[in-house]
């Protein structure tokens, strides 16, 4: 693992887990009745106190029914997140994606990939069980 870009909240927080599966399940997120991105290669995202987030390569995702926005937030086990809205139509899902464009050497793998809210999506599913 490269040290060119340690994530600075595991030397106050040691115990601090980030750590990240691949999903041999097929992913499918589906927002405002229309899939969002469906992927095979998706990674699984366990942080300590945290829920596990399923994180979809950028090429799985139809970036034409997002829209970026200035929001963005800051961890630091993982960097900072951009976000984006989803919009179909004349209907808005605001900050309902988000992904590190350059993440801590500790989860460089997530770059490249995004994440969705669960609670701002219809559903995101695991070989077509609702998570």
Not at 37 to 55: C, G, K, L
Not at 91 to 119: C, M, R
């Amino acid at each position: 693992m490269s040290t060119q870009n340690p994530g600075p909240g595991y030397k106050q927080h040691p115990d601090h887990r980030v750590d990240l599966k691949p999903i041999t399940a097929d992913v499918r997120v589906e927002a405002l009745g229309q899939t969002i991105a469906q992927s095979s290669r998706a990674i699984m995202v366990q942080e300590t106190r945290y829920a596990p987030v399923v994180y979809i390569p950028c090429s799985d995702v139809n970036f034409a029914l997002l829209q970026e926005n200035a929001e963005q937030t800051y961890c630091p086990f993982k960097g900072t997140a951009r976000y984006w809205n989803i919009r179909i139509g004349n209907d808005t899902i605001g900050n309902a994606v988000w992904g590190y464009d350059q993440p801590y050497d500790e989860v460089s793998d997530l770059a490249g990939h995004v994440a969705f809210y669960k609670d701002r999506v219809d559903a995101i599913y695991l070989d077509n069980q609702a998570t």
